[in-house]
């Protein structure tokens, strides 16, 4: 018997990338679509938007994009509230005031050991709810612990992987080099079954096109064999006799 294989998506993003948040969302009502007639496994990849910002080091979002952008503060909060909005509309809670932006090297490496315990698409979803839907930072250390237990993660496991900042390093850092191999500068970057790649936050639509196109190439159509179409055979009005 014939067993099919699942479609493999493998999603670079980062916990504090907002479009990573609204994408993943939008990629996950493709894939509720389509269940029943594509089989789909998805795989966390790491991707740090703000690398090299010290662990620890924290600031409001809002001063963060005014620093970084270099735009107005009016400007910055107002492009959070329409994140607000976008989220809403895929059903997300979001924080358009308050938040705060930090290293999120810690959490990609926890997202590693959940990957490892079969709670992956748990903690990675915990993990955005806390830092886009809560008003408790996800940038402190018990919050973090707090919600990877809360998600599945044993907690003896979780303080010891914060406490060793060498556990899942390279796991990390592989996945960076693979993105930038592929060329991604930016997340959510989404390839699919090693052939499709998809860039940002792209509409419910196209990601199921292209889920159901990877699905449909994984089965090649059958070819009948000349001549054999009118040997006997049983249809829809019973079977020649």
């Not at 790491?46 to 107005?72: C, H, I, Q, W």
Request: aromatic fraction near 8%.
């Amino acid at each position: 018997m014939t067993t099919l294989n699942k479609v493999r998506v493998d999603i670079w993003s980062d916990i504090a990338c907002p479009w990573c948040y609204v994408g993943k969302a939008r990629f996950d009502k493709a894939v509720q679509e389509l269940d029943g007639k594509v089989a789909v496994e998805v795989r966390h990849r790491s991707f740090e938007l703000d690398p090299n910002r010290k662990p620890g080091d924290t600031a409001p979002v809002v001063d963060m994009l005014v620093k970084k952008y270099g735009m107005s503060r009016a400007e910055a909060q107002a492009g959070e509230y329409r994140l607000q909005d976008l989220a809403k509309a895929e059903g997300l809670e979001y924080q358009a005031e308050g938040r705060d932006h930090g290293n999120t090297f810690d959490l990609h490496r926890l997202l590693h050991l959940a990957g490892e315990r079969g709670v992956e698409a748990e903690v990675w979803q915990a993990f955005y709810a806390a830092n886009f839907a809560d008003e408790a930072s996800i940038f402190e250390r018990d919050r973090v612990v707090e919600v990877a237990v809360a998600a599945g993660l044993d907690k003896d496991e979780v303080v010891a992987v914060l406490d060793d900042p060498e556990r899942y390093r390279d796991a990390v850092r592989a996945d960076e080099a693979e993105a930038a191999a592929l060329g991604a500068t930016g997340v959510p970057f989404f390839v699919i079954d090693e052939k499709y790649g998809v860039s940002g936050a792209q509409p419910t639509a196209l990601f199921a096109e292209v889920l159901e196109k990877a699905w449909n190439e994984q089965r090649p159509a059958i070819t009948p064999i000349a001549g054999a179409e009118d040997a006997d055979a049983c249809g829809p009005e019973g079977c020649a006799i």
